[in-house]
């Protein structure tokens, strides 16, 4: 159980584009999504967190205009990286709490390595 | 500021042996403390957790240890196996109700046949 996904698993796009992100929970419903993005060898650095139903909620330093949220359903979160410029280009990861949990565990999709040309 | 912070970037143990991944916290005001493992290009497993109010808890061969006078946390792998090998993080949920949590640099661990 407490399955999620992402799609695409790796996405290419030109200077300038946008490109959508999904995230699902499959075997469960999530009222709170979290993104987050990982550069080589770093650690996961929490982008914003996807409530549904109302506006996500952005770290310190994150640009909501370029980084635009969408949690339009219990088990679908979407991020779209709009205009995208080449230090864009990262392994982006999504996780959700299970409304069960009582350990304070999320549970992460597989991520989406953007590249951006 | 690093909250939460993995002060050895990687590990090399013997199969069989005992891998010891450490991790310290700063902030007081976490309630929970994870463990996932990362393999590269994928999203983390979670592995297992602790409530601030314990000192230990146990999952096959998983224990992790709280010692909140000196905020400081570990996991304890027994017997390390081959397949244990990857980067792992721990991670530390705020006493809120948003759920956020906070990871350390992470450590790569190895282990040899």
């Known amino acids: 159980g407490a399955v999620v996904s992402q799609h695409p698993s790796w996405v290419i796009c030109k200077s300038g584009t946008s490109v959508k992100i999904e995230c699902r929970s499959l075997d469960f419903q999530a009222t709170t999504m979290f993104w987050y993005r990982q550069f080589p060898k770093q650690s996961l650095m929490l982008m914003a967190t996807s409530n549904e139903g109302s506006k996500a909620t952005y770290e310190q330093g994150v640009e909501k205009d370029k980084f635009l949220i969408n949690h339009a359903s219990l088990t679908l979160s979407t991020l779209t990286v709009t205009s995208a410029h080449p230090e864009d280009s990262s392994f982006y990861i999504c996780s959700a709490i299970p409304g069960t949990s009582g350990r304070g565990e999320q549970y992460f999709g597989p991520g989406t390595r953007l590249t951006v040309t | ?113």
Request: with cysteine; charged share 20%; proline share 5%.
């Open chain 2, 1 to 113: 500021d690093q909250q939460v912070k993995q002060n050895s970037p990687s590990l090399s143990v013997q199969e069989g042996r005992i891998s010891i991944l450490n991790c310290d916290y700063t902030n007081s005001m976490f309630d929970y403390f994870l463990w996932y493992k990362k393999y590269p290009a994928e999203g983390p497993t979670f592995l297992i957790s602790i409530s601030s109010i314990k000192d230990k808890n146990e999952d096959g061969r998983f224990t992790v240890f709280l010692n909140k006078s000196a905020k400081h946390l570990s996991l304890h792998i027994v017997p390390s196996q081959p397949g244990d090998s990857a980067v792992y993080f721990c991670a530390a949920r705020l006493r809120s109700n948003t759920g956020k949590l906070i990871f350390g640099q992470g450590t790569t661990l190895q282990v040899k046949p």
